[in-house]
């Protein structure tokens, strides 16, 4: 067991990204049903900008100045490519996100260059050692932001009025409109909550391995995080976040000695066991029928 | 308070569904409109709340007034924010929010105390529904779901209210009070 923890500690530590990062994957998804397939690009750029601010500021000040601009580059994107689509074919979204995706690879790598680059400075270190068992500085970070964020923006969702006008919009959006709800306001809030949980994810994924490209694929576990929590459920994405973490670190730890490179493709079995057992995810909701 | 005049909406650039329409509402007045399937009653009551782009639906021709201002090609928000609220045909509540949620959707302009007083007074009218307060709504009887259906435009203050269908269904108990 003792020599289990330190895995499982890796892989809380890289379940609170997950979570976060699913979170607002699921956000965007529940209120204006469009999923983003830009969402791993959201984190690189997150991950850049990050990277930018570290080269003159000290590395959490440009973890903070990163967040608002992330925030901003919410805003712009639902203006610039979903509001434009919202209402049309599904497929048509979809498919601009694709668009979207390919767009920002692009222009990352235009304005960064190809190659994997570190992060100037650091943050401080919170690194402790617990009886025989080191936890590490990056797991307590990344423990530390995302649960009470991610917590903090489930209460806000549930309790808030800004949380249940969120809800309602995702219910029913002509309704919400006829009641005077300012739906674009809100929604165009949504997408940069989204975009501001991915920077973070990223952010905290550059501190610990640095910036490159490769970050995308980090982002792509964003679909078997939140299809194990349920599509629907904010708080199942948190929840799959951590879970998914712990599953990969159980079969590194396990699985990888009988199976080699059978972690990389965890995440998609599971999908398949959730899609074929319990479609709906762990805490997804199935639907209010009346007749 | 409301009045509409020579209204002509078009669906998809084709699709006729108002032509020449013209309604006068003063204040206390109640207006029913009758007809039968695709008379264009609803279409009339979007034109009003302006809620038309949501179905590609727009007005070609023709003047809607509310309190005296122009309101023909404002957005929703503005037009509630005239005092003008739309009930929408079919099951009308959030029903993924409870009671309360919805009260609170329907009331975002108000401040919180003027949210608690209209609340109060909403459960004070519908005692049944003040039970199920905290119950998703899609699980409340049809009767319990129309009362609130009636109780909810009444909670952003507004002058004027507008059904796509009259709110039939309500529980005979009610009727009697």
Redesign the interface.
């Known amino acids: 067991m003792a020599d289990f923890l330190p895995y499982l500690i890796g892989g809380l530590a890289n379940g609170a990204l997950y979570g976060l990062l699913a979170l607002g994957f699921v956000l965007v998804y529940r209120a204006t049903s469009v999923v983003n397939f830009a969402i791993g690009e959201f984190l690189l750029v997150g991950a850049y900008l990050t990277y930018t601010f570290a080269l003159f500021l000290p590395l959490p000040l440009a973890i903070l100045a990163a967040l608002p601009l992330a925030f901003l580059f919410g805003l712009l994107v639902e203006r610039g490519f979903v509001r434009p689509l919202l209402?049309r074919n599904v497929v048509a979204v979809i498919m601009a996100t694709i668009g979207l995706a390919a767009a920002l690879d692009g222009a990352v790598q235009l304005i960064w260059g190809p190659d994997l680059k570190y992060l100037s400075g650091s943050l401080p270190n919170l690194g402790f050692q617990a009886g025989e068992v080191f936890v590490s500085s990056r797991a307590v970070w990344n423990l530390l932001l995302a649960l009470p964020l991610g917590l903090g923006l489930l209460w806000l969702l549930r309790r808030s009025?800004y949380g249940?006008?969120v809800?309602?919009i995702s219910?029913?959006?002509?309704?919400?409109?006829?009641?005077?709800?300012?739906t674009a306001r809100i929604l165009a809030g949504v997408w940069g909550v989204s975009a501001l949980l991915a920077t973070l994810a990223g952010a905290l994924l550059a501190v610990a391995s640095g910036v490159g490209h490769n970050l995308v694929f980090f982002g792509l576990k964003v679909f078997p995080v939140a299809i194990l929590g349920g599509l629907d459920s904010v708080g199942g994405a948190l929840l799959a976040g951590f879970l998914l973490g712990a599953l990969e670190a159980l079969s590194q730890r396990y699985l990888e000695p009988l199976l080699p490179g059978f972690t990389e493709a965890l995440p998609f079995v599971v999908v398949l066991l959730v899609l074929l057992v319990r479609p709906y995810g762990l805490l997804g909701?199935r639907q209010?029928e009346?007749v | 308070m409301l009045s509409v005049e020579n209204l002509k909406v078009v669906y998809r650039g084709v699709i006729l569904a108002l032509d020449g329409v013209s309604l006068e509402l003063g204040d206390g007045e109640a207006v029913a409109l009758l007809g039968p399937n695709g008379a264009g009653k609803s279409s009339l009551v979007r034109a009003v709340?302006g809620?038309l782009p949501?179905f590609e639906g727009r007005v070609l021709d023709g003047h809607v007034r509310l309190m005296g201002q122009e309101a023909t090609h404002l957005d929703?928000?503005r037009?509630?924010?005239l005092g003008l609220?739309?009930?929408?045909e079919g099951?009308?509540l959030?029903?993924?929010?409870t009671p309360v949620?919805?009260l609170?959707?329907?009331g975002?302009?108000l401040s919180p105390q003027e949210l608690k007083a209209g609340m109060e007074e909403v459960f004070a009218r519908f005692p049944r529904l003040y039970e199920r307060r905290h119950e998703?709504a899609?699980?409340l009887s049809g009767g319990s779901s129309r009362c609130s259906s009636w109780a909810w435009p009444s909670s952003?203050a507004p002058r004027c209210w507008w059904w796509t269908s009259p709110p039939w269904g309500f529980p005979p108990s009610w009727w009697r009070r």
């Open positions: 209402g009025r249940i006008l809800r309602a219910e029913r959006e002509v309704a919400a409109l006829a009641l005077g709800i300012p909701e209010i009346r | 709340a809620l949501k929703p928000v037009i509630t924010g609220t739309a009930v929408l099951r009308p959030f029903r993924y929010l949620e919805n609170v959707a329907a975002h302009r998703q899609g699980y952003p």
